[in-house]
Every structure is written in structure tokens, then in C-alpha cells.
């Protein structure tokens, strides 16, 4: 429908339904070929907003005593993280997870422009980018195929690929410094030191300073 319409590109995806007005996964996480063919013509962008992640949040249970989660966050994705935290994820939805991840892969590879979108607040900020980028690489990307999806595509997916998206001579310099190797572990891309903001460099203890612990 949206490549029938001329619109270049979506947010979400679910593969398998033929209804018009969306497409979804179907309960096994599968979907058809010509979804991978839509979207990797080159014509009709995706922006992955992988929900199915945040089973992957019961994994990492050091984020709810994160100071970034407890001084930046408000109380109720607080409350969410929390609650997630305590929930481990099974093989079973680990299992299916990767299923419908793979999906994402395959567009990727097949030519396909692929970013990662959140959707929040309906999820939680931030922590759910890093949860998709885990589950992409869950799901068969490498490490350096699921960092493109929220910097160079997702800077094409936008049109500013001129400006950023990559480090390079005569572009903005909004720069991410992490303490670790994301191309080894994806997980390390949490552990971010310092951002840099239009050539202004901020530590994560400046950011922390100006968020202090409130007063009991």
C-alpha cells in the first residue's frame, strides 16, 4: 500500500498481514518475501520500531540503579525500568525475538534503508534505542550493520546525510564517546563518557552535576 501510494518510507513494521492499512508479524514473528522486496527496492524507507525488545531489558538489571535512569528519567519510566528489570526474559522469547528480528536483517542486506526508531513515550527514552540495536544484532546483524541504523541511515533517512550521520570533514560534530568497543559488544554503547553537541563537549559527570541526586 504505502509503495502503491508513492510515500518513501514507514515507521514500524509487522510483516504478513495484507490489510491495507498496516502490516504486522504473525504470531510465530515470520513474514512473507515481498515485504523484504518493498522495502529493499531502495524506494521506501524503514524506520524499525522493534517493541518486541524490551524483553531484553530483564537481561541488564545494573540500568535501574543507573544514576543517568534515576536523576534524568521521571518517575514513571523509573517505575518501568524497574519492573522490567525484574523480568528475565525466556529462550522461548529470546527465540522468538531473534525470529522477527532476522526480518530487519534480511531487509538490510537485501539493499534496504533501515534506522532505529523508538516511539517513545511508549516506551522509555533512550533505553529502548540500545535494546533494539541488542535485539538487531540477536537477530543476525553485526555489530557495525546495527550502529549504521542510528547514525548514516539514519541521517539519510532524515536528508541530512550531508551533515550527519558520519565522521567526516565539513559535517557537524555531534559525537558520541564510549567508554568500550561497540563493534565487539553492542551492549558497551550504554557505557557513553562524553557527547559532543555542535562542537561543544559535555562528560557524563558534567551532565550528572547539573542533574543532582534530589535532596531526601
Same mark, same amino acid.
Given at each position: #500500500?504505502?509503495? *502503491?501510494?508513492?510515500?518513501?518510507?514507514?515507521?514500524?513494521?509487522? *510483516?504478513?498481514?495484507?490489510?491495507?492499512?498496516?502490516?504486522?508479524?504473525?504470531?510465530?514473528?515470520?513474514?512473507?518475501?515481498?515485504?523484504?522486496?518493498?522495502?529493499?527496492?531502495?524506494?521506501?524507507?524503514?524506520?524499525?520500531?522493534?517493541?518486541?525488545?524490551?524483553?531484553?531489558?530483564?537481561?541488564?538489571?545494573?540500568?535501574?540503579?543507573?544514576?543517568?535512569?534515576?536523576?534524568?528519567?521521571? $518517575?514513571?519510566?523509573?517505575?518501568?525500568? $524497574?519492573?522490567?528489570?525484574?523480568?528475565?526474559?525466556?529462550? *522461548?522469547?529470546?527465540? @522468538?525475538?531473534?525470529?522477527? #528480528?532476522?526480518?530487519? !536483517?534480511?531487509?538490510?542486506?537485501?539493499?534496504?534503508?533501515?534506522?532505529?526508531?523508538?516511539?517513545?513515550?511508549? !516506551?522509555?527514552?533512550?533505553?529502548?534505542?540500545?535494546?533494539?540495536?541488542?535485539?538487531?544484532?540477536?537477530?543476525? #546483524?553485526?555489530? *557495525?550493520?546495527?550502529?549504521? !541504523?542510528?547514525?548514516?541511515?539514519?541521517?539519510?533517512?532524515?536528508?541530512?546525510?550531508?551533515?550527519?550521520?558520519?565522521?567526516?570533514?565539513?559535517?557537524?560534530?555531534?559525537?558520541?564517546?564510549?567508554?568500550?568497543?561497540?563493534?565487539?559488544?553492542?551492549? @558497551?554503547?550504554?557505557?557513553?563518557?562524553?557527547? #559532543?553537541?555542535?562542537?561543544?563537549?559535555?562528560?557524563?559527570?558534567?551532565?550528572?552535576?547539573?542533574?543532582?541526586?534530589?535532596?531526601?
Amino acid at each position: #500500500m504505502v509503495a *502503491a501510494l508513492g510515500l518513501d518510507g514507514t515507521s514500524h513494521l509487522g *510483516a504478513t498481514q495484507r490489510a491495507g492499512w498496516n502490516n504486522v508479524t504473525s504470531p510465530a514473528g515470520r513474514s512473507y518475501q515481498d515485504v523484504v522486496d518493498v522495502y529493499s527496492t531502495g524506494e521506501v524507507d524503514l524506520v524499525g520500531t522493534p517493541f518486541e525488545a524490551s524483553v531484553l531489558l530483564g537481561q541488564h538489571p545494573e540500568l535501574a540503579q543507573d544514576p543517568r535512569v534515576q536523576r534524568l528519567l521521571p $518517575t514513571f519510566d523509573v517505575a518501568r525500568v $524497574t519492573e522490567g528489570v525484574a523480568q528475565q526474559p525466556t529462550q *522461548a522469547q529470546l527465540d @522468538q525475538l531473534a525470529g522477527t #528480528m532476522e526480518i530487519y !536483517t534480511r531487509i538490510l542486506r537485501a539493499g534496504g534503508l533501515l534506522s532505529t526508531g523508538s516511539d517513545a513515550p511508549l !516506551t522509555i527514552p533512550a533505553i529502548q534505542n540500545h535494546l533494539a540495536l541488542r535485539a538487531f544484532v540477536l537477530g543476525g #546483524m553485526t555489530e *557495525a550493520e546495527a550502529l549504521r !541504523t542510528v547514525t548514516s541511515n539514519a541521517a539519510r533517512t532524515l536528508g541530512v546525510g550531508d551533515d550527519l550521520g558520519t565522521v567526516e570533514a565539513g559535517k557537524l560534530a555531534d559525537l558520541v564517546f564510549v567508554d568500550g568497543d561497540p563493534l565487539a559488544d553492542i551492549a @558497551q554503547l550504554i557505557d557513553v563518557g562524553a557527547v #559532543m553537541k555542535g562542537g561543544h563537549y559535555i562528560t557524563r559527570e558534567d551532565l550528572l552535576t547539573a542533574f543532582p541526586e534530589p535532596s531526601a
